[in-house]
């Protein structure tokens, strides 16, 4: 996806959050806001994706807070809210007749957690609040029995990974996968560095995901969403191979949507409308699209 | 107040905003934006008041659009729904013992419609909806009884509007402050050029305000709240004999507040944290606060 004119304000708008979370010092958030609006001001091109401006913009931001990881309490914190939902996700599946579709829109509203922007969660805490009701609303695009067809006869399968917190649920979709076919072999991938609230091979590792898929790949680099001109050859291959790629959250969207890679089912939540149009779907709805 | 870092994404997301109300053209609402984003780069300075480089960045957005009024269409819907409920408003406050007090919350909830920003209604049909549940929530900080006292003894008044909308309970606002002291010489403000959802002279006229008060003035110029460095002779006086200056909304807390005239009643809707931390009041409350 090109950057779309409301992806300035809210990009600006998460970089004086993640200021903010990282430190108390006044004259160090007013710097980090500066160097992060003149960079933007300079990349801004409607022809470049938005995932590519981000990267940059929030690379400086980093830079300037000296700060690796400023949304590390709140990854913490999300992960432990999330693993305290657990059980619920589980009877939840259980009591259903097509536990992979559970399984999805669980993993969905676990996108919720992805703090600084409108119409995500604001406290990693809200989203016990606010589970059951998103829950209830289902999803407004389903393309999961399109998606069953084609993972009944995959042999390589590739789930993308957004946030923490969401990826305790991605762990429990990773075991459906396996469930509805356990030939597949499936490979989960988290960012090669922290940024924003995205999860990383730490995560994986202390979730154990290696339990539940065959192999755990890095994006290889600081990247929102995906850096297609940096990944590892490993990954590279990972991609090629797949024959289907599954793709959680928005900034996954934004990156993918810039290449040929198919079929790739996006799970998301429509948060802005900058997505919503883009995708072709109601704002703030859960969505499992194909694009194949 | 000097400008805060979260005052960025929220002017550029005004900008956003009001290129959307603007045109169709995405070429131009593209190159407004980016306009806009470059020139804040450049003005962005800590050390300055937040109305003075929110007016210049929205100067160069209205001269990209080659529009001198994006919210005409916003403005007159405003006005149109808040004429529909003066007959409630007029209720209240005749049923109240404290008229002047319940014309201030009145006037206050007006501030709702202030469109493009977050805290704020989104369309001018939503006021007729949240307006008795504004109502209801009263005033969260509430110095009108100190105001009476100075209102009492007051020879000259000056009330400097803000919103359209807004200003048809500002007119009534005006009538009670009238009937509390019928001696005083009540002036009103209006602004020069048309800016954002603000009022201008063409609404103060069509909604014949020279009934309710003794004298209209305006800005004098194209500004967010007020540009000291252009007010005309006229309001400079009038500015300087008020005995009790009424300033409506956010915006003209922004530029007053850079100013040593006192005392000042502030009467609006404090719908972000940076106004809310700089006046000391919690975010999204009703408030009439005295500065003497």
Not at 25 to 52: F, G, H, M, W
Not at 198 to 222: M, R
Request: charged share 30%.
């Amino acid at each position: 996806m090109k950057i779309q004119t409301e992806c300035v304000p809210c990009l600006l708008k998460r970089i004086v959050f993640e200021a903010e979370q990282s430190t108390k010092d006044e004259k160090l958030r007013i710097k980090t806001v500066q160097n992060a609006l003149r960079l933007l001001a300079e990349l801004y091109d409607p022809n470049v994706c938005s995932a590519t401006i981000a990267t940059k913009v929030h690379k400086i931001a980093y830079e300037t807070l000296g700060d690796n990881d400023p949304y590390k309490e709140l990854k913490y914190a999300s992960n432990k809210i999330a693993q305290s939902l657990v059980p619920l996700v589980n009877d939840l599946i259980n009591c259903s007749d097509d536990p992979l579709r559970i399984a999805m829109l669980c993993s969905i509203i676990g996108n919720l957690m992805d703090f600084g922007i409108p119409g995500a969660s604001e406290h990693p805490e809200l989203l016990d609040e606010i589970f059951e009701e998103t829950f209830v609303e289902d999803l407004g695009h389903d393309d999961t029995e399109e998606i069953k067809k084609i993972l009944a006869k995959s042999k390589n399968v590739i789930l993308f990974t957004d946030n923490c917190g969401e990826i305790v649920f991605d762990e429990i979709l990773c075991r459906e996968l396996k469930k509805f076919n356990p030939s597949i072999f499936l490979t989960v991938v988290v960012k090669g560095e922290p940024i924003i609230s995205d999860a990383t091979i730490k995560d994986a590792e202390e979730l154990e995901f290696e339990e539940v898929c065959d192999e755990i790949l890095t994006t290889g680099c600081f990247a929102i969403g995906v850096d297609f001109d940096k990944i590892t050859p490993m990954l590279k291959k990972a991609l090629e191979r797949a024959d289907l790629i599954i793709c959680k959250g928005m900034a996954n969207y934004e990156a993918f949507s810039e290449t040929d890679y198919k079929p790739i089912a996006y799970l998301l939540r429509a948060k802005c409308t900058a997505i919503a149009n883009s995708m072709s779907l109601p704002l703030n709805v859960n969505a499992v699209k194909l694009y194949q």
